[in-house]
């Protein structure tokens, strides 16, 4: 099988989800649109979609985000499993038809999330706890598309995951960074660091070991059971 990411900034790339791809056995291929790079024609069986800082609606300036929306909706109507992340669940989002605005309050660091009872029910989650902490970095939200399901909640933030029809996951925040990842989003985007009551310092946002591994783990698992599904 093969494992094929987009990735739209040199600093956010998939971290802990390619170490998982290869464990797996997958054949791992990326598109790097910064790059100016174009994903293959044919999409493929698991499909990852990165952040970025840019919005869904920037497509004036990075003119390659009209051309992403279009390969998602050909990659949903192949069958491809496709997993966005922060940015790539925005995109996910409006290809299938919900709205992408600014969330109330920017959310940066390492906050808690809460599964939702319906996401608690559902094989994706099996051995999950109903809250844990994951590490975010995003200003913009999602509305939940008509026929998904909504999956996970933040106090800054409502809508933090959904799953459509166990083809398409979306998740706001980011369980695949790494120590490396971080201090680059840290160098990289320095200005989101604006005063909000969910805005860490940089020392609270750099982490310490045991959150990276325990997102690692929980991130090679729902991965696991996604590509079940």
């Known amino acids: 099988m093969e494992c094929h990411y987009l990735q739209h900034v040199r600093f956010e790339t998939p971290g802990a989800i390619l170490d998982w ?7 791992i291929t990326g598109t790097r649109w910064f790059l100016d790079e174009r994903p293959p024609v044919d999409p493929p069986d698991l499909l990852i979609v990165m952040g970025g800082p840019m919005g869904v609606y920037d497509e004036e300036q990075y003119p390659w985000l009209a051309e992403e929306k279009l390969y998602l909706r050909k990659a949903l109507e192949r069958g491809s499993k496709i997993v966005g ?3 790539g669940a925005q995109l996910l ?6 709205a992408v605005t600014k969330n ?3 959310e940066i660091g390492w906050w808690p999330i809460k ?9 994706l989650w099996e051995g999950f706890p109903p809250e844990f902490i994951v590490f975010h970095w995003h200003g913009d939200t999602f509305e939940i598309p008509k026929g998904a399901l909504h999956l996970a909640s933040s106090e800054a933030c409502t809508n933090q995951a959904f799953l459509y029809q166990d083809q398409a996951l979306a998740l706001q925040f980011h369980m695949e960074v790494t120590p490396e990842g971080v201090a680059a989003l840290l160098e990289n985007s ?13 020392s609270e946002i750099l982490g310490d070991h045991e959150l990276y591994q325990q997102n690692h783990r929980y991130l090679f698992e729902l991965l696991d059971h996604f590509v079940r599904l």
């Open 115 to 123: 599964l939702t009872p319906e996401a608690l029910g559902h094989p």
């Open 85 to 87: 992340i922060c940015l």
């Open 21 to 27: 791809a290869k464990a797996r056995g997958f054949a």
């Open 93 to 98: 989002a409006e290809v299938l038809e919900a």
């Open 104 to 106: 109330p309050h920017r």
């Open 190 to 202: 320095k200005e989101d660091l604006e005063p909000g009551p969910f805005v860490q310092e940089e």
